[in-house]
C-alpha cells in the first residue's frame, strides 16, 4: 500500500503519478486531497469548472458528465481521467484507488510526498478546497 500526502502537491502531477502506481498493481490511498492546488490563474480555473457544471454546458443533465462538488471526490475524479478506465486493467486500477480528505488514523504517519509535485515558488493557483467551495460544497 502506498500512501501520498496530497498537501500542497499540483494536482496534475499528483494524478500522472499515482495513476502509474495504480497501473503497476499497487493499492493508493491520498490523504489531504482538498490541500492539493491547480496551478494557474484562479479566475480561469473558477471558470473552468463552474462552466463544466453549468446546464448550458452539459445538455441534458441526466445523460452528462458528472462534477463532484467534494475535494475528495474531485481529486479523484481527476485521476480516474489518467487511467484506461475503458479497459479492465484501468477499472482493476481504479477500484485500488482511496482519496481522503484530511488523514485518517489509519494511515496517519506514512504518508509519501511525490517529487516535482509541489507548489514550489507558484504565485498564481487555487487550492482544491477553494475550487470546491466555489462550486458549491458546504463544509
Known amino acids: ?29 491520498v490523504v489531504n486531497a ?34 463532484p462538488k467534494t475535494p475528495n471526490l474531485f481529486v479523484r475524479r481527476l485521476i480516474r481521467g ?18 481522503y480528505s484530511g488523514a485518517p488514523e489509519s494511515v496517519k504517519g506514512e504518508a509519501i510526498v511525490v517529487k516535482g509535485a509541489d507548489k514550489g515558488a507558484l504565485n498564481k493557483y487555487v487550492s482544491v478546497r477553494e475550487l470546491c467551495r466555489l462550486l458549491g460544497h458546504q463544509e
Not at 500500500?1 to 490511498?29: S, Y
Not at 492539493?36 to 462552466?51: F, R
Open 34 to 67: 482538498e490541500k492539493a492546488v491547480i496551478s494557474g490563474n484562479p479566475k480561469d480555473i473558477h471558470a473552468k469548472y463552474l462552466e463544466r457544471r453549468s446546464y448550458q454546458y452539459k445538455g441534458d443533465p441526466d445523460k452528462s458528465p458528472k462534477w
Open 82 to 99: 489518467m487511467l484506461p478506465r475503458k479497459k479492465a486493467k484501468g477499472r482493476a486500477a481504479y477500484k485500488r484507488l482511496r482519496v
Open 1 to 29: 500500500m502506498v500512501v501520498i500526502n496530497a498537501e500542497n502537491a499540483r494536482v496534475g502531477r499528483l494524478a500522472t503519478h499515482v495513476a502509474k502506481e495504480l497501473l503497476k498493481g499497487n493499492e493508493v490511498h
